[in-house]
Every structure is written in structure tokens, then in C-alpha cells.
């Protein structure tokens, strides 16, 4: 028998907004102007949140500051905090850290790829973040997806969960058999590439996409669809790929995680919105997971909280007879079985899905199923 536990209640897809990349030099009016909509529709915004900003050739920095080599406190930017702190108090963001100063190596490596000792600067910027928006982080994302097992270790020693990419590159980039000058080649191959691509055409649809994630404890992981997800070119592949991630979860019903760069659509952080198709591409996004009947817009914070709950529901099957036990009170715990179970007063089937739902599970008191014969 089959027996998959639902992260969501009431079987719900649990959908999740993840944008990088902000810090001291991002102006109210560009996070306003992107996620007013997905607020008023009950979207929630991960902002994950560059503690103290270095001025690097990257296009999170605007043109002026890129060659400044200058560190920048997102502290310092008095309207921004006063901004999301009413946010973090509606409810309507939460803060994650991103990396320290988002420096990336020459090759192309995050300034977490390598192993190397950057407890310090978890610290520091964990600190920034506290001092300024008067929360402490729960969650890490490192620059460019990019993190060694030391670091990722290093993390969950601090108290902070990361929230990283697994592909079979960055398992072969932490592999720690792989010699150092090899990983050295294959970044150094892709960072020549990427740049090509920035050169010219829609390179920036890239950085926008959904992906399917999975809660572990201690850490929270994200996978692509396919390989050639990483390689969107157009608006046309993008939607395609919202499609197959949406056909992939109804059935699974596994949280997805729709990531996006705010300030993307301001080419050259110009002062209102000038990628205007890539920004009608993101609102058709959301559109297409908004139609969804059986979404559940969340936050990090509420996921993996649930998911804790959910991976500590003791189930027992004894012949016919199935026991559950939890030690939190759940309310709506779901699950798929492909077992025929006996009518109870408990449990609310969903035919078409496959979905059985136990409206509470109660602290310390078993509930007994009954499999049919």
C-alpha cells in the first residue's frame, strides 16, 4: 500500500514567490510596481535580502556603482526598511538572507561555492538583517544557487536553513573526489557562456521560472523540470515550462516555487518598468497558478513549519488496520493511498484526485483506519 503524506492542507498545492537579489540600492517603487497585483490577490513575496551589497559587475548593482568595489548596507536605505518593515508586519513578505555581498568570482563561482570558512560572514550579514528589519532571518540563499557542502554545513550549524538548487551539476560541483581544477574548467566554461547569452536576445527569462521544491529537515531544496528549463529563450518555452510544473504538482501535489529578479524588468535600474513583455509574462504567470483551484500561497516560514508537522505523523499498518498519531495539532492533513479505505465520519474523499483528507489530527490521540477487503 501506498500511503503519501500532502504537505498541503486539504491536499492544497502549496505555492511559493522567491525574489532575489534585493539590497541598498533597491527603490520602494520597484518592488511596489512588480508585486502590487500578486499582493492584492494573496500572493506572498520571499525577499531574499543582500545584507551589505558590494559594487561588482553585476546586474543587481546599478551601471554607476559596478566598478565602485564599495560596500553598501541595505541598513542605510531608511525608505526601503521603513517600506518592508510595514510588509513584514502585514504579513505579506518574509525576509531570507542572500549570501553577504553577492560577489561572484571571476569563474563565475558564488562567493559560497567554495570551501572554504564563511561563518563570519553568515554572522555579519545575519546581524545587518536583524538590526535593520528587527526580524532574524529563518532562511539562506546563496548567490547564483551556488553553495559547497562546507557552507551548506556550515548553515544549518548557525541556525539557518538554506535554500539551494540540486542538479546533477551542482552535485558534481560538491563532489568532493572531483579534483579542484576540473570544477575550475566547468564553471569557467558555463560563466563564459552565460555571458554570452547576456549579450544579446532574452536572457533575462531565465531567471524567471517556477520550480518544484523539496523540504528536508534542516534544509529545503529546489530541481528543475527538465534540463532544458535552464535554457529558456523565450516566452513561448516559459509558459511551457509553467505548464509542465503545474501538470508535474497537481498530480504530486509537491510545493512549487516561482523565482524572479525584481529589478530585471528596469533595464539598467531605469526608473519605471522598460522590459514590458517580460513584465506581461510574469503577470500571466501568476494569472496561470491564481486559476489553480487548489492553491495555497504561502511562505517559507509556514511551509517548512508544516512540514515538520507532517514528518512527524506516526502511521502503523497493521494488516487492515492503519493507526495515526501526531504529536501537533494538524489541521487538514491529506494523503494519497492506493489503498480502498473504509467510509468514516473522519475522512473526506476526493475521488477525481485520489486525495483522502483528515479534517484534524488531534495531539496524542490515534486515529484508526480500516482498509477495505
Given at each position: 500500500m501506498v500511503f503519501q503524506p500532502l504537505l498541503g492542507p486539504y491536499g492544497k498545492l502549496p505555492i511559493l514567490i522567491r525574489d532575489d537579489d534585493t539590497?541598498?540600492?533597491?527603490?520602494?517603487?520597484?518592488?511596489?510596481?512588480?508585486?502590487?497585483?500578486?499582493?492584492?490577490?494573496?500572493?506572498?513575496?520571499?525577499?531574499?535580502?543582500?545584507?551589505?551589497?558590494?559594487?561588482?559587475n553585476d546586474i543587481?548593482?546599478?551601471?554607476?556603482?559596478?566598478i565602485s568595489d564599495s560596500h553598501f548596507s541595505v541598513g542605510d536605505n531608511k525608505a526601503l526598511v521603513h517600506y518592508l518593515k510595514d510588509k513584514i508586519r502585514s504579513g505579506t513578505i518574509e525576509v531570507l538572507q542572500h549570501?553577504?555581498?553577492?560577489?561572484?568570482t571571476n569563474d563565475g563561482r558564488?562567493?559560497?561555492?567554495?570551501d572554504s570558512d564563511r561563518k563570519k560572514d553568515i554572522e555579519l550579514g545575519r546581524n545587518i538583517i536583524k538590526q535593520a528589519f528587527e526580524v532574524n532571518p529563518k532562511f539562506f540563499v546563496p548567490p547564483g544557487e551556488d553553495i559547497a557542502n562546507e557552507n551548506l554545513v556550515a548553515l544549518i550549524e548557525s541556525g539557518l536553513i538554506p535554500i539551494y538548487r540540486q542538479t546533477f551539476f551542482d552535485t558534481f560541483l560538491r563532489n568532493s573526489f572531483v579534483p579542484a581544477h576540473i570544477k575550475h574548467?566547468?564553471?569557467?566554461?558555463?560563466?563564459?557562456?552565460?555571458?554570452?547569452?547576456?549579450?544579446?536576445?532574452?536572457?533575462?527569462?531565465?531567471?524567471?521560472?517556477?520550480?518544484?521544491?523539496?523540504?528536508a529537515q534542516g534544509r529545503i531544496s529546489w530541481s528543475l523540470a527538465s534540463m532544458k528549463s535552464s535554457n529558456s529563450s523565450s516566452f513561448d518555452s516559459l509558459f511551457k515550462l509553467t505548464d509542465k510544473v503545474i501538470e508535474s504538482c497537481t498530480i504530486s501535489r509537491s510545493p512549487v516555487c516561482i523565482i524572479n529578479h525584481?529589478?530585471?524588468?528596469?533595464?539598467?535600474?531605469n526608473t519605471s518598468i522598460t522590459r514590458k513583455d517580460l513584465f506581461q509574462a510574469w503577470k500571466q504567470i501568476l494569472e496561470t497558478f491564481d486559476r489553480l483551484k487548489f492553491g495555497w500561497k504561502v511562505t517559507f516560514s509556514e511551509l517548512y513549519e508544516r512540514a515538520n508537522q507532517i514528518r512527524n505523523v506516526r502511521i502503523v499498518k497493521t494488516g487492515s488496520k492503519i493507526t495515526l498519531e501526531s504529536g501537533t495539532h494538524i489541521r487538514g492533513?491529506?494523503?494519497?493511498?492506493?489503498?480502498?479505505?473504509?467510509?468514516?465520519?473522519?475522512?473526506?474523499f476526493d475521488e477525481e484526485d485520489k486525495i483522502v483528507t483528515i479534517d484534524d489530527l488531534i495531539p496524542d490521540k490515534k486515529l484508526i483506519l480500516y482498509e477495505k477487503s
Open positions: 539590497n541598498f540600492f533597491t527603490k520602494t517603487n520597484m518592488l511596489e510596481s512588480i508585486y502590487s497585483k500578486a499582493w492584492k490577490d494573496g500572493y506572498k513575496v520571499c525577499l531574499a535580502i543582500v545584507p551589505f551589497q558590494r559594487g561588482t543587481c548593482v546599478p551601471p554607476d556603482i559596478r549570501g553577504f555581498s553577492h560577489h561572484n558564488g562567493e559560497f561555492g567554495y574548467i566547468a564553471t569557467r566554461a558555463l560563466a563564459v557562456k552565460y555571458k554570452h547569452r547576456t549579450s544579446y536576445g532574452n536572457w533575462a527569462i531565465q531567471l524567471v521560472k517556477p520550480v518544484i521544491i523539496s523540504v525584481y529589478h530585471l524588468y528596469y533595464y539598467d535600474w492533513f491529506s494523503f494519497r493511498t492506493t489503498a480502498s479505505l473504509e467510509p468514516s465520519a473522519s475522512l473526506v
